[in-house]
């Protein structure tokens, strides 16, 4: 219903106190060949707007504050940072959904190297679709866009791109700033990362082979070792590492620390589940639905940033 809420906004009075409200809806009525309705959508709004920095978000995204755009703006032109990406708040969250959404992120923020990314390092990059900002020469210089046309992953490998080029990027935390409600409850959480999964994995089994055997004895491993007689030093190593996660998770997900760590070997496996469910459900259906439109896979692979 996005459209509709915006169109009454576009038509309804102009603010009654701050700057005068400019509010212009684009609809979308045909989807050109060889792009994806979500990626042709941001590309068409970045081709309609003015300003020095452009922000993608989530329809279903709450900015807490009035003045919240307008503090963020001050900070990223203060450290003259590219791009910025914030992970939303997504509480509040049941037990089993704040594990697997802790197993997600602690994933993601492996994949898009966070250190390196702090110290301003070339390795790394990535996004989040619920508030990717980004600087409009820089997302002009990279080919916005029109780099990412068939992308499912579109939010994280706009930021890969922009990284690559050399972009001063930062992930930050939008506890009790930005709010999105991803999904409620554990396993639609799973479900709804079933058309993004295999897409992450660029739509290689390999990769998904291999993805998969990290994570078994990441999480076995050491258990293994200490049964067989190895020593405990690995398995003491692996849940004071589990603890320290859980207590960053813990401050975002509004959960027990303690309760995150001892959910963790469940959610990773939930979460590589996920994945196999996802890949086998593209490769049976030669493609992915989103909303009502069909991609078939030949035409995804194609369209992949590497």
Known sequence: ????????FAAGPPATSGPPERLTVVHVRT???????????????AQQARGAFLLFMDGDVDLAAPDLLERILTVVRDMKLDHLAIFPDLRPVGALQA????????????AIRGWEMEADRSAGGGGIGAFNLVRRATYDAV???????????????????????GA????????????????RGAFAVLRGLEKNLFAGAEYSLARLVLYTVVVLAMECGPLAVALAG??????????????????????????????????????TLLMTGAFWNSAIRTLAQGGVRWRDTFYPLAELKRGIVR
Do not use: N
């Open 1 to 8: 219903g996005t459209g509709a809420i915006l169109d009454r």
């Open 31 to 45: 989807l050109p060949p060889g792009w994806l309705g979500k990626c042709h959508a941001a590309h068409v709004g």
């Open 168 to 183: 001063r990027q930062r992930i930050w935390s939008g506890l009790d700033l930005v709010r999105c409600p991803w999904h």
């Open 230 to 267: 190895g020593g405990f030093v690995p398995l003491a190593v692996q849940v004071a590492s589990i603890l320290a996660a859980a207590t960053s998770g813990a401050w975002r997900l509004g959960r027990s620390p303690w309760l995150l760590a001892a959910l963790q070997p469940i959610a």
């Open 143 to 165: 080919g916005g866009y029109d780099r990412l046309r068939m992308e499912i992953a579109d939010d994280f490998k706009l930021g890969l791109l922009l990284r690559r080029a």
């Open 99 to 110: 594990g697997v959404v802790h197993a997600f992120e602690q994933g993601m923020l492996l």
